[in-house]
């Protein structure tokens, strides 16, 4: 179907929509259902303020579908090539629960103190052994991986050049 034609279609559906229900078409149904009579410019204005919305609905959900494509579009030209995703999984897999949910907490906070790190490795009962000292879980993070980076103020933040790569694994971190 042209383009013209799939965009009339959107309209009318969106129109039908419109002016079959809704609060407006509620209410005048209410009030002609308690005897009051409705003069026909009054339709004709529902008609075509309908229309209207119905033209905005349809362009809206073509401007919707065109920034999908362009997301998706940037989202394939992203430079991270899947040699570059198969090195970040098997860093990954070097980490602990504990560990992914340190690394969690500092790309959705953007950076980390020993302290926090600490804080949160405190909360599993079973932890490994290498965190006897709970601070040290972000210097073994740093060091297993490359994913972080310490700084000269005592805290720790991504990697610059990995921080994609965590950014979309934190959008589909699960803890536990």
């Known amino acids: 179907m042209p383009r013209i034609g799939q965009f009339i279609y959107a309209v009318a559906k969106h129109w039908g929509v419109l002016v079959t229900g809704g609060t407006i078409i509620g209410l005048l149904g209410i009030w002609q259902g308690m005897g009051h009579l409705l003069r026909p410019w009054v339709y004709g204005i529902v008609a075509i303020v309908a229309l209207l919305l119905a033209f905005f609905k349809a362009w809206n959900d073509q401007v919707d579908e065109k920034e999908r494509a362009l997301a998706e579009i940037k989202i394939l030209k992203n430079p991270v090539t899947q040699e570059r ?5 098997q860093n990954m897999e070097k980490l602990n ?16 103190l020993p302290q926090q790190a600490a804080a949160i490795v405190e909360k599993y009962p079973h932890r490994h052994p290498t965190f006897v000292v709970s601070s040290a879980v972000l210097s073994h993070i740093e060091a297993e991986t490359g994913f972080i980076k310490g700084t000269f103020h005592g805290h720790y933040e991504m ?18």
Do not use: D, H
Request: with cysteine; proline share 5%.
């Open 97 to 112: 629960p504990e560990c992914r949910e340190v690394l969690y907490q500092l790309v959705v906070s953007g950076q980390l």
């Open 159 to 176: 990697n610059p050049e990995i921080k994609g790569l965590l950014e979309l694994w934190a959008q589909t971190y699960q803890s536990g």
């Open 85 to 89: 995703k198969r090195i970040f999984q």
